[in-house]
C-alpha cells in the first residue's frame, strides 16, 4: 500500500485544522493510501518561523518516508505565488513525492499540464492573499479616520524588541524594531 502524509494548515488558533485532516483521511483510505504521518500548522503563515511543519514535512520526504502529500488546496501550500508552489512540488518531486489537493482533482494530470495549472493555482493563491490584505488595510484605515487609536496604549512599559517580516523575491527578511515603531 503506497504511504502518504497529510499536509493541512489554518490561519489562527480560532479555526481547527481537524476539518481538513479528517476529509483527508477518508480520501486517502478510498484511494488505497495509508496514512503514515499528518502536519498540522496552526498559525498564520507570517509568523516568526513560520511554516515548521512544513520544513519537517519536507526533510521527512529527502528520506524517502512516504510517496504522496495529501492537502486540501494548493492554498494551503503557500501563499506566496506560483514559483513558492512550483518550487515546492518541484522539490518534493525530486525526492519521488507527488502532491495531491483534494479541491484540484487536476494535480493528479500527467505531464506539462500540471505544471501550468500549479503556476495557475499560485497565483490565484498570491492574488487572494494581496485581496485579503488591502481590504484589512482599507479597514485600518478607515478606523484610524473615526479617531481610533490603534496598538498599544500610550506609556506602555512593554519595551520588548519586535521583529517585522517582509518578503522580497520569495525571500523572508527580519528586521529589528523598537516598541515604539511597531503597530
Not at 60 to 70: D, I, N, P, S, W
Amino acid at each position: 500500500m503506497p504511504s502518504a502524509v497529510i499536509y493541512s494548515r489554518v490561519s489562527t488558533s480560532k479555526q481547527d485544522a481537524e476539518n481538513q485532516t479528517h476529509v483527508l483521511q477518508t480520501w486517502a483510505k478510498q484511494r488505497g493510501l495509508e496514512v503514515v504521518g499528518v502536519y498540522t500548522e496552526t498559525e498564520t503563515a507570517w509568523r516568526d518561523g513560520h511554516q515548521q511543519e512544513l520544513a519537517r514535512l519536507v526533510r521527512e520526504a529527502r528520506k524517502g518516508r512516504f510517496r504522496f502529500v495529501l492537502v486540501w488546496a494548493l492554498d494551503r501550500l503557500s501563499r506566496l505565488g506560483a514559483l513558492s508552489i512550483l518550487s515546492l512540488i518541484h522539490k518534493l518531486a525530486s525526492y519521488g513525492v507527488k502532491v495531491l489537493s483534494h479541491e484540484e482533482s487536476w494535480t493528479e494530470a500527467p505531464g506539462e499540464l500540471a505544471e501550468v495549472l500549479y503556476a495557475i493555482a499560485g497565483w490565484v493563491a498570491r492574488m487572494e492573499s494581496q485581496r485579503r490584505s488591502e481590504r484589512t488595510r482599507a479597514g485600518l484605515v478607515r478606523v484610524r479616520a473615526a479617531g481610533v487609536r490603534l496598538g498599544r496604549p500610550p506609556g506602555a512599559k512593554d519595551k520588548k524588541r519586535r521583529k517585522k517580516r517582509s518578503v522580497r523575491n520569495g525571500m523572508f527578511l527580519s528586521v529589528d524594531l523598537p516598541h515604539d515603531l511597531c503597530l
